[in-house]
């Protein structure tokens, strides 16, 4: 079988659409292909941008041309300038990237956690509830705080059940609201993460300007799209080492 046979091959066992963090770990399942190049994510990264038989849905996301309309009868629709601000675009996307958290965090062997308001929510071709690790947010502190945190959009805790980071995706909402939560919690020595649209930086780099947020002016980073993809194809790309420095 060809190196862009398997690719194909794996995109159809995933449903029709995967990412590239899972193709980079699932591909190399496939029985009768021989991967022996010294740069094989190069190639299957080359083989998704450039096959005929494949589409990009987004940065890092990609679904089989056959398949299309299966894809988009289960809401998983191509990005593009035209549909990018609708209702089904944005709850696509936040839900996507709570679930590219769930994993990343899972891949650094830290327990996840998202509101149970979302756990039914969709994460391409499963449930979000599939990929946390808690099905109950640990009582780490305070009644009051923890119901705060629970509302946080992902949170990843270390193995002592306390917050490593909180992440908050923000598509097309205000980012001052995420802003007042983490504001709330300051007390807290834990990292605090605006997750976005490289477009929206501007807007974040404005809102955490104002004297309310003097408290985490530093302690809140901003995270694009683009690099929360690199970052968790990278982290799968080194599992496939036998040592990491």
Known sequence: MKQYEAVIK???????????????QEVFNIKNCTWETKTPFASIRRIVQLRPEIYKIRPGLYGLIRMKKQNEGKGIFEETKNNKNTKEIVEFNHNYYQGILLQLGSL??????????????????????????????????????????????????NDRGLPHSFFEVEHSTDI?????KFNDLQ???????????KVRKEEYENKIKYSSFKEIQKRV?????????KQYESIIEQQKFNFIL
């Open 10 to 24: 794996t995109i159809e066992n995933l449903g029709g659409v995967a990412t590239l963090g899972q193709l980079n």
């Open 108 to 157: 650094k062997q830290l327990e996840t956690f998202i509101p149970n308001q979302d756990k039914n929510k969709k994460f391409l071709n499963q449930t979000l509830g599939n990929f946390r690790t808690l099905q109950v947010i640990p009582q780490f502190s305070y009644p009051n705080i923890v119901q705060r945190s629970s509302t946080i959009d992902v949170i990843w805790f």
């Open 176 to 180: 001052q609201n995420s802003l007042l």
């Open 187 to 197: 007390d807290f020595y834990v990292r605090m993460v605006i997750v976005a649209d």
């Open 221 to 229: 980073s901003f995270l694009d799209y683009e690099g929360l993809n």
